[in-house]
């Protein structure tokens, strides 16, 4: 099995991005659009959607609408500062504003007991709280809620990699969600298969990144 560094996904994006022209928003979508085709819609209702405020969190806003589009009972909590979302994150932000979508804004104990209860009656948790950018150790209510997921979920699927596991060296950032599930995007990062208990099932999925731009990337190795 063919594994990157989260530094080479991370070229092979701006690469396609920059290089080919295909819009970040676009792979946004695909991959939103691969999560949902891994979700049994037949039999799965309720959901969970938990984001933080960089491009993984976009993922999950957008997860979270087509969830909506089609019909699904839908729970959208965001923890982070609003202030420093992503550019593509924004746009989604923005979407379900459009669409008069209500969500939490996980602040405090309020929010937490409000995400602890969702999280036990429906099915499905979707986390897009860190991607493969995270380095730091996870504390403060990141790690509560992080926790509370854990903890009260009945099923988890993250989204790239679970929120808190290292994406190169599958160490854990202080804690780290514990997926039943993971979908991967492009390539899978060396990480995913140091951390398999945290993983779960480990599916990767193409987002239209070109293989011009993969072989790019890998070229300078």
């Given at each position: 099995m063919s594994t990157i560094s989260c530094e080479e996904m991370k070229a092979m994006d701006s690469y396609a991005?920059?290089?080919i022209g295909i819009p970040s928003i676009v792979l946004m979508e695909n991959a939103a659009l691969k999560v949902m085709d891994n979700i049994d819609l037949q039999k799965?209702?309720?959901f969970n959607v938990i984001c933080g405020v960089g491009n993984n969190g976009?993922?999950?806003l957008a997860i979270a609408r087509h969830l909506m589009v089609n019909g699904k009972n839908v729970n959208l909590f965001i923890i982070g500062?609003?202030?420093k979302g992503t550019k593509d994150f924004n746009i989604n932000?923005?979407?379900?504003k459009n669409m008069e979508v209500k969500f939490t804004h996980v602040t405090g104990e309020m929010e937490l007991e409000t995400l602890k209860n969702s999280l036990m009656k429906n099915y499905l948790t979707i986390d897009s709280i860190f991607g493969i950018g995270l380095t730091r150790k996870i504390e403060g209510i990141f790690r509560e809620v992080i926790?509370?997921?854990n903890d009260y979920s009945n099923n988890i699927l993250s989204v790239d990699i679970p929120s808190g596991l290292d994406g190169n060296t599958g160490e854990i950032l202080g804690i780290s969600i514990k997926a039943n599930k993971t979908i991967t995007f492009h390539l899978i990062k060396k990480g995913l298969l140091?951390?398999?208990e945290y993983t779960g099932e480990i599916i990767v999925e193409p987002i239209g990144i070109p293989k011009h731009a993969?072989?790019?990337?890998l070229n300078r190795r």
């Open positions: 991005i920059e290089k799965i209702n309720s976009g993922d999950g500062n609003l202030d932000l923005n979407i379900l926790s509370l997921i140091k951390g398999k993969t072989n790019e990337i």
